[in-house]
């Protein structure tokens, strides 16, 4: 009996998502593990495997198709199963055909009937997550593209030039721009968190000429210099094991406090923001959690996260210093309680000690839910992460 490749649902909030390409083709053998298809949820592309061996007997939803939670994508059959013996039952599980039913025999069709110079007959388009993305938005067929990438692998640069050269010779006066998936979504759930939730911000300037004297001995002794997020980061972990109700979410009206501390970093992509999260970060070094965050930051610019990269946070950190924005307030990311907002790292004119000097600081402005965190909570939180950053030694 052949097995269903169904729709997994991959965050709390998904209901649908959108078929962005088949890796395997009809017929083709796979294994568990095996990458089945991409698919484009509200956040992410993410990636299919499979979870039995068998051939790929039928594919029912189509590239550029949307699906929703649950929905039977293809059936992997025994090698001794054709495409044709292979029906979809009335509960969406599949069998033999019953005797006296007539067998399917025509499947939907995953290869193009005519195929330009760009591609060859019979083989797959082969382009990165990105190009992918970038030519559904901007209505480019693939496969007439010549790819510039390893193996002929299109690229988002490949994109880029054809779009560059079909542009009229006069620039029109304005161009619309169709929105993301991810854009439509995350923008629909900021708008609902700015109006169904009472914020608050709180602000502190700190000091970071430990850290930055951190990072220096860092590059100098161990070969590696940790991004001021990292270290901001570190800080974050340490002091939510202290104040444990600010790693928290507002859940069906109650303050759910989780046990693991899971941060998540906001990163803007083409597409939209995208938040993935450091798992257990309290529980890694400086060193380590730098190195993951980086690890997550390529592979999120290369298309490449995958759900459990992304989904589930329980606090998250927004950094804008290294476009040159001194400070900024964050909108909460529910159903999480707050959000810290980081800004660029500046000199300041100062005062110690009745003398006026210069030292690097930066802003901090931690966001609140105010139905379950109060001012106070946040301000313990918030001075004890500037203790711990205005203390870089300690976090190593």
Same mark, same amino acid.
């Given at each position: 009996?052949?097995?269903?490749?169904?729709?997994?649902?991959?965050?709390?909030?998904?209901?649908?998502?959108?078929?962005?390409?088949?890796?395997?083709?009809?017929?083709?053998?796979?294994?568990?593990?095996?990458?089945?298809?991409?698919?484009?949820?509200?956040?992410?592309?993410?990636?299919?495997?499979?979870?039995?061996?068998?051939?790929?007997?039928?594919?029912?939803?189509?590239?550029?198709?949307?699906?929703?939670?649950?929905?039977?994508? $293809?059936?992997?059959?025994?090698?001794?199963?054709?495409?044709?013996?292979?029906?979809?039952?009335?509960?969406?599980?599949?069998?033999?055909?019953?005797?006296?039913?007539?067998?399917?025999?025509?499947?939907?069709?995953?290869?193009?009937?005519?195929?330009?110079?760009?591609?060859?007959?019979?083989?797959?388009?082969?382009?990165?997550?990105?190009?992918?993305?970038?030519?559904?938005?901007?209505?480019?067929?693939?496969?007439?593209?010549?790819?510039?990438?390893?193996?002929?692998?299109?690229?988002?640069?490949?994109?880029?030039?054809?779009?560059?050269?079909?542009?009229?010779?006069?620039?029109?006066?304005?161009?619309?721009?169709?929105?993301?998936?991810?854009?439509?979504?995350?923008?629909?759930?900021?708008?609902?968190?700015?109006?169904?939730?009472?914020?608050?911000?709180?602000?502190?300037?700190?000091?970071?000429?430990?850290?930055?004297?951190?990072?220096?001995?860092?590059?100098?002794?161990?070969?590696?210099?940790?991004?001021?997020?990292?270290?901001?980061?570190?800080?974050?972990?340490?002091?939510?094991?202290?104040?444990?109700?600010?790693?928290?979410? *507002?859940?069906?009206?109650?303050?759910?406090?989780?046990?693991?501390?899971?941060?998540?970093?906001?990163?803007?992509?083409?597409?939209?923001?995208?938040?993935?999260?450091?798992?257990?970060?309290?529980?890694?070094?400086?060193?380590?959690?730098?190195?993951?965050?980086?690890?997550?930051?390529?592979?999120?610019? $290369?298309?490449?996260?995958?759900?459990?990269?992304?989904?589930?946070?329980? *606090?998250?950190?927004?950094?804008?210093?290294?476009?040159?924005?001194?400070?900024?307030?964050?909108?909460?990311?529910?159903?999480? $309680?707050?959000?810290?907002?980081?800004?660029?790292?500046?000199?300041?004119?100062?005062?110690?000690?009745?003398?006026?000097?210069?030292?690097?600081?930066?802003?901090?402005?931690?966001?609140?839910?105010?139905?379950?965190?109060?001012?106070?909570?946040? $301000?313990? *939180?918030?001075?004890?992460?500037?203790?711990?950053?205005?203390?870089?030694?300690?976090?190593?």
């Amino acid at each position: 009996m052949a097995a269903e490749v169904v729709m997994p649902r991959l965050t709390y909030e998904m209901r649908e998502a959108r078929i962005i390409a088949w890796l395997k083709e009809e017929g083709e053998a796979v294994k568990p593990g095996d990458d089945l298809l991409e698919v484009e949820t509200d956040k992410a592309t993410v990636t299919v495997q499979a979870e039995v061996a068998g051939a790929l007997q039928r594919i029912l939803f189509q590239a550029g198709e949307v699906a929703p939670i649950g929905a039977v994508l $293809a059936l992997v059959g025994t090698a001794d199963e054709t495409a044709e013996s292979v029906t979809i039952s009335a509960s969406g599980t599949s069998s033999p055909p019953a005797a006296g039913q007539q067998a399917v025999s025509e499947k939907p069709s995953n290869a193009m009937t005519e195929w330009p110079s760009g591609q060859e007959p019979g083989k797959r388009v082969v382009a990165s997550p990105i190009a992918k993305r970038l030519a559904q938005q901007y209505g480019l067929d693939l496969s007439t593209l010549r790819g510039t990438g390893p193996g002929g692998r299109i690229v988002e640069a490949d994109i880029e030039g054809e779009l560059a050269r079909r542009q009229p010779a006069t620039s029109p006066e304005f161009v619309d721009f169709e929105l993301t998936r991810l854009q439509k979504v995350s923008g629909e759930r900021l708008a609902q968190c700015q109006r169904d939730v009472p914020q608050f911000a709180l602000e502190v300037q700190v000091d970071m000429g430990r850290a930055a004297d951190l990072r220096a001995r860092s590059d100098r002794d161990c070969g590696y210099r940790p991004s001021f997020t990292s270290i901001i980061g570190r800080a974050v972990a340490l002091a939510l094991v202290d104040q444990p109700e600010l790693n928290s979410a *507002f859940v069906e009206g109650k303050r759910r406090q989780f046990s693991a501390i899971d941060l998540g970093f906001a990163l803007a992509l083409p597409a939209g923001l995208i938040v993935p999260v450091v798992r257990q970060a309290n529980s890694l070094h400086l060193k380590e959690l730098d190195s993951r965050l980086r690890e997550l930051t390529a592979r999120a610019g $290369a298309g490449e996260l995958r759900a459990e990269d992304w989904r589930d946070g329980t *606090f998250t950190i927004s950094n804008l210093g290294m476009y040159g924005v001194d400070a900024f307030q964050s909108i909460i990311n529910p159903p999480q $309680a707050a959000i810290l907002s980081v800004g660029r790292v500046r000199e300041t004119v100062c005062a110690r000690e009745g003398m006026i000097c210069i030292k690097p600081t930066v802003t901090l402005r931690l966001t609140l839910d105010h139905r379950i965190l109060d001012g106070v909570a946040g $301000a313990r *939180f918030l001075a004890l992460v500037r203790t711990l950053v205005e203390n870089a030694d300690t976090l190593t």
